[in-house]
Structure formats: C-alpha cells, structure tokens
C-alpha cells in the first residue's frame, strides 16, 4: 500500500515537472517581451498580437506539454487544446493587465470618467393652466 501511494506521489511529480518548464519558459518569455514592449510603446490594444508573436515558440510548447498532459489523464483532444489555449489566454490577458498598469494603458479612460460634467442651466417650465396661481376673489 504505501509503495502504491510512492509510486503515484513519483509519477504525479514527473508528470508535473513536465508541464512546469515550458510554463515557466512561456512565463519568462511574456516578462522579457513586456519589457521589450514597453521600450517600443506598444499600445495596449496590440500587446496581444505582439506578445504571442514574439513568444510563439515557448507558446507552441507550453501548449504541447498542456495537452499531452491532459490527454494522460484521459481528457480528449478538443478539451485538451481548449484547456491549453485556456491557459495561454489567461496568461496573456494577465500579461496584459500588467503592461496597461505598468504603461499606463487604462489612465486615458479613468480620467474621463473623473472630469467634472459641466452643468447645464435649467430653465422652469412654463406655467400650465392647472400649476398657475388664481388670484383671490
């Protein structure tokens, strides 16, 4: 029983670590491409593009550890490739939250909506029959 429990914990660990360098790969990758975003002031709306081109090779391969993965543990192979673009998504998305902090992507519409809107003047509406005052008898 116990070598049971070893020899699962072993192969658990193994299968992880095989999924754990390409995730790191990729993550170090989206670091160094920010970087290299920011320097070239890459706006937001095409940090995506940039980030995914600039990283396709670590991409290709953290989604190829994800869905073999996933595939071992007897998932199929359309749920597999969606759960890997799943996670390529979150990490760039994530990635990407970060740079418009960083580089101030989002400050535009922040200060929109803090401008002060200016008042209109409002004029009362003339008096009707009924709201106008009768003079006493």
């Given at each position: 029983?116990?070598?049971l429990?070893?020899?699962?914990?072993?192969t658990?660990?193994?299968?992880?670590?095989?999924?754990?360098?390409?995730?790191e790969?990729?993550?170090?990758?989206?670091k160094?491409?920010?970087a290299?975003?920011s320097?070239?002031k890459?706006s937001?709306?095409?940090?995506g593009a940039y980030v995914?081109a600039?990283?396709?090779?670590?991409?290709?391969?953290?989604?190829g550890?994800?869905v073999?993965?996933?595939m071992?543990?007897k998932?199929?192979?359309?749920a597999?490739d969606d759960d890997?673009?799943?996670m390529?998504?979150?990490?760039?998305?994530?990635?990407?939250?970060?740079?418009k902090y960083?580089?101030?992507?989002?400050a535009?519409?922040v200060q929109a909506?803090?401008?002060?809107?200016?008042a209109?003047?409002?004029t009362?509406?003339p008096?009707?029959?009924?709201?106008?005052p009768?003079?006493p008898k």
């Open positions: 029983m116990i070598v429990l070893a020899a699962s914990s072993i658990l660990t193994a299968l992880q670590a095989s999924i754990n360098a390409p995730r790969a990729f993550r170090s990758c989206l160094e491409a920010t290299k975003a320097n070239e890459v937001s709306d095409a940090y995914r600039a990283c396709s090779g670590e991409l290709g391969s953290f989604k550890a994800v073999k993965f996933d071992g543990n998932m199929s192979k359309k597999s890997a673009e799943s390529i998504a979150d990490f760039v998305d994530s990635s990407l939250e970060r740079y960083v580089t101030g992507g989002n535009a519409p909506a803090a401008a002060p809107v200016a209109t003047p409002t009362p509406p008096p009707t029959p009924a709201s106008a009768t003079p």
